[in-house]
């Protein structure tokens, strides 16, 4: 189990140091290129990933929050609470106002048929007597 440590501890720490290497900013690989930390890395498997990680990257928070991930971030749509969304407020008092129209038509056409049905019933009454 423990010979099987030493070759798997080292080939996850270069796997990890590789991604790492290519998900990090160009500019924020410090003395080298980052394709030559990635050469270094991936030669010197063993020594490699350990230089990436003491020198080759900054530690430090970047100006502006950077992250491997800024480009998703910066390109997403911004969502607003519906609360918030002036739109979304709009579209509620249009279907609002359809709705409106819509029961008073459902009430108009009622009232009609109930006028036409005691008038039936009257027609009905003057009939049979």
Same mark, same amino acid.
């Given at each position: 189990m423990l010979r099987a440590l030493m070759y798997i501890l080292p080939l996850a720490l270069t796997i990890y140091a590789f991604i790492d290497c290519l998900n990090t900013p160009e500019d924020e690989a410090k003395h080298l290129p980052k394709l030559a930390w990635i050469f270094i890395i991936l030669l010197f498997w063993i020594v490699g990933p350990i230089v990436w990680f003491a020198a080759g990257k900054m530690r430090h928070a970047p100006a502006g929050g950077r992250t491997p991930s800024?480009?998703?971030?910066?390109?997403?749509?911004? +969502?607003?609470? @519906?609360?918030?969304? @002036?739109?979304?407020?709009?579209?509620?008092?249009? !279907?609002?106002?359809?709705? !409106?129209?819509?029961?008073? %038509? +459902?009430?108009? %056409?009622?009232?009609?048929? !109930? !006028?036409e049905l005691k008038k039936r019933e009257q027609g009905d009454d003057s009939e049979k007597s």
């Open positions: 800024e480009w998703h971030r910066n390109h997403r749509t911004q +969502w607003v609470a @519906p609360d918030d969304n @002036p739109d979304f407020l709009k579209s509620l008092k249009e !279907e609002n106002k359809k709705d !409106e129209a819509l029961l008073k %038509d +459902w009430e108009a %056409d009622l009232r009609r048929r !109930e !006028e």
